[in-house]
């Protein structure tokens, strides 16, 4: 049996379209690392050890969930096991997010200084997590040195498909700091530079998400679908979105209540999006158990 919060609040405690961010930060990785210890359009070896990458994969997903405090804890347990360069800058970026997360601001740059010092001043996500501190505590100008300094290193990106990738997520970094229209102009460049790439439509779905324009949203996940992202992350996200619309709509995360007030409509479109990320493989016990409710 499920317990009434299980079955009641399926959603609940579900961060919004956060496969996206997963998603985004995975691809990100190999780009990203082209800045970290070398040259600029050299690809980088890694030497992070397979103990340390799994531990670092399992405080990020904490970090991604929402449980900053975890994840923060997770990765001070790490930091003298992971004592190579790439691992030093994965520790202290990650801890620098946690610590964000908890609103412990000062603490956040000195983490982000340790993975820029680590990798002489060139870790991208060390920048920006800096940049984000210093916007949170007011200090725009030193916030918008660390963004102007992002984008100079990506500027010297000869890999065109890296560096949109790298364009995509720093407009999408814009975006969350209130900075719509420096974000629409560096989706735009991502765009631009690679124009088989769906990852900037999912951005631009998640933007339109966050406002609450759904049909804007599913018109740039659409998008990105027929450009070849069809794997049960995408669904995931989809099926995320429509949750939302209805949860936004009827004012309530309670799934007997959803499942009462949708229309027809709304529950075949919910349970599409739903039923294609299960049958794709996804692992997810929220969506299996809303299925089981709704979508028999």
Not at 90 to 109: C, D, F, K, M, P
Not at 164 to 177: E, F, H, L, S, W
Not at 185 to 193: G, H, P, T
Not at 248 to 257: A, R
Request: net charge negative; charged share 25%.
């Amino acid at each position: 049996h499920m317990n009434e919060e299980d079955d009641m609040s399926i959603s609940k405690s579900r961060p919004s379209n956060r496969s996206t961010g997963r998603r985004l930060a995975t691809i990100l990785t190999g780009a990203l690392c082209l800045f970290c210890f070398g040259g600029l359009a050299q690809a980088q070896t890694f030497t992070m050890g397979k103990e340390c990458r799994a531990q670092v994969a399992v405080a990020n997903q904490m970090n991604d969930d929402g449980d900053y405090a975890g994840a923060l804890a997770a990765f001070d347990a790490i930091v003298k096991k992971c004592d190579t360069k790439d691992g030093k800058e994965a520790v202290q970026v990650g801890r620098a997010h946690a610590l964000n997360g908890i609103g412990s601001y000062n603490e956040a740059i000195e983490a982000a200084d340790a993975a820029l010092k680590v990798t002489k001043d060139k870790s991208l996500f060390g920048y920006f997590e800096r940049a984000y501190a210093y916007e949170q505590m007011g200090n725009m100008e030193a916030a918008a040195a660390d963004y102007n300094r992002i984008i100079e290193l990506t500027e010297k990106n000869e890999n065109v498909a890296e560096r949109a990738t790298i364009y995509t997520k720093v407009a999408d970094m814009y975006y969350k700091a209130g900075k719509a229209a420096e974000a629409d102009q560096y989706l735009a460049k991502a765009m631009e530079l690679d124009p088989s790439n769906p990852d900037p439509y999912v951005i631009q779905g998640d933007w339109a998400v966050r406002r609450g324009d759904y049909d804007a949203a599913f018109a740039a996940y659409d998008q990105a679908v027929a450009m070849g992202y069809t794997g049960a992350g995408m669904y995931q996200i989809r099926a995320e979105a429509r949750l939302k619309q209805v949860e936004d709509k009827y004012g309530t995360t309670n799934t007997q209540e959803l499942r009462g007030k949708m229309t027809p409509t709304e529950t075949q479109k919910v349970c599409a999006e739903v039923t294609k990320a299960l049958e794709l493989g996804l692992k997810n016990m929220q969506l299996d158990m809303f299925a089981a409710l709704v979508c028999q």
